[in-house]
């Protein structure tokens, strides 16, 4: 049961919560061991919450899952976890992140409970409403991104990151939609009723305006957010994003993947060295040139 408990809490997808590290390393703050420290806990913190939200959705669409090819094999669906069980620890998660949280800094806490609420409002009720249910998504990683600005001492971090931030998750909650549609088919609806609202030709035309949005978004920090280098060497990463926003619709669209980002990113190693080169690239432009 232990293990169940420990799948169900999907470590995988704490890879997301990495947003938290964005204003640390756009801050220029990398290199300051107490702002490392402070980042580390909201990540732990940011973990330990979106833990308590993956149970309680499992909880919710239990019987849902179960329709599902893929999904019907995670713990609770499949009867390795006890319901129970499940409960106590998303409250004893939720709740030790808020506790924890509120010693270390008030807005922090504060962002955790918003996310919190946001998605018990997502789990129950924003997830069955059309367009709203990606957009409640993409507002949890903008939550994360700023988790990461209240828990340092921010000087030269740029409103356009929260921009960029959002796009680039609605991007790629649009892209879990349509693999949704894609995979499950006539039965999409069964799983999800939300599915039945959607249909592929108009996430491909939402894709196309959030991927647009996000390019320009983050185009338009590199050379005109302030406190950066003069030199506008950091105009030098955008191949990187267009390179990786351009993989990511490959794998959605010729692959037929996008249902797990995080599993992309663990996976394809073309994404995986243009991440890499970025992040190289961002840190020459800000901490050397």
Not at 113 to 124: D, E, G, K, M, N
Request: proline share 3%; glycine share 6%; with cysteine.
């Amino acid at each position: 049961m232990l293990v169940g408990l420990l799948k169900s809490m999907r470590p995988r997808q704490w890879s997301k919560n990495a947003f938290v590290f964005v204003a640390l390393f756009f801050d220029r703050k990398i290199l300051d061991p107490a702002s490392v420290v402070a980042a580390l806990i909201a990540f732990v913190l940011l973990c330990m919450m979106s833990s308590a939200v993956y149970l309680m959705n499992d909880l919710v669409d239990i019987e849902n899952d179960r329709l599902h090819p893929t999904k019907k094999n995670r713990p609770l669906p499949a009867g390795e976890l006890s319901p129970l069980v499940a409960g106590v620890a998303a409250a004893i998660l939720a709740l030790s992140s808020l506790i924890i949280g509120y010693f270390v800094s008030v807005e922090l806490a504060f962002i955790l409970l918003l996310y919190l609420l946001s998605q018990i409002a997502y789990t129950f009720w924003l997830k069955h409403v059309v367009l709203l249910d990606v957009l409640i998504v993409a507002a949890g990683f903008i939550l994360r991104i700023a988790a990461g600005v209240v828990i340092i001492e921010v000087e030269r971090f740029s409103p356009w990151l929260y921009v960029f931030g959002g796009f680039l998750a609605l991007f790629m909650a649009l892209g879990k939609r349509r693999h949704e549609l894609a995979l499950l088919g006539n039965n999409a609806a069964n799983h999800r009723s939300i599915l039945e609202d959607y249909n592929l030709d108009l996430i491909d035309r939402l894709q196309g305006i959030v991927t647009t949005s996000a390019v320009v978004a983050y185009s338009l920090y590199t050379f005109l957010a302030e406190g950066l280098p003069e030199n506008h060497a950091m105009m030098l990463t955008i191949p990187f994003v267009l390179y990786g926003i351009f993989r990511y619709l490959y794998m959605i669209h010729v692959r037929g993947e996008g249902g797990a980002p995080e599993e992309i990113l663990l996976r394809d190693r073309s994404l995986q060295v243009d991440l890499l080169l970025y992040g190289i690239m961002v840190f020459v432009a800000l901490y050397v040139l």
